[in-house]
């Protein structure tokens, strides 16, 4: 899986390169790359839970990937491997590291949600944005796709 791939090589570059807390601006004001690690979930929810979460992870995006395999839900394929990889990605992190390599940060989503919530938007990599991502695509695909409901047959 080359979402799989691309999160690891960006968290190893990532750890290769920057010290715990460091980042660098990357594009202008609304990215930065640099190195957080995180023992739970977003914002650090569910800290210290990183086995069972990395559990979970490997669970769902195994069940997903093996399911695709198999030929089932091939009209969302797309989204269901971008759901996969970041799963597996995370997972991995969980159970090489004991927490989760974070190397983007977004000052510009943080001063939204600042704004909006009195919080920093969090810290996040690229398997975060294949998760969010294939949600999103699969929540849209809902919406747009006609109803499969029948619809009764009207009388003779």
Not at 57 to 72: D, E, M, N, P
Not at 104 to 120: P, V
């Amino acid at each position: 899986m080359l979402g799989v791939v691309l999160d690891q090589l960006l968290k190893v570059w990532a750890v290769s390169t920057f010290q715990e807390g460091e980042f660098r601006a990357f594009v202008g004001g609304f990215l930065s790359l640099g190195l957080i690690y995180n023992k739970g979930a977003a914002w650090g929810m569910l800290g210290g839970l990183t086995v069972v979460l990395a559990v979970v992870r490997i669970c769902v995006g195994l069940w997903i990937t093996f399911s695709l395999l198999r030929g089932k839900y091939g009209d969302i394929y797309f989204p269901l491997s971008l759901i996969a990889a970041g799963a597996l990605g995370n997972a991995l992190d969980g159970f090489r590291l004991g927490k989760v390599v974070d190397p983007l940060m977004s000052h510009t989503l943080s001063n939204i949600t600042q704004f909006l919530y009195g919080q920093d938007f969090p810290i996040f990599n690229l398997a975060d944005v294949f998760v969010v991502s294939g949600v999103i695509l699969v929540v849209l695909r809902s919406f747009l796709q006609p109803s499969k409901a029948k619809h009764p047959s009207p009388l003779p």
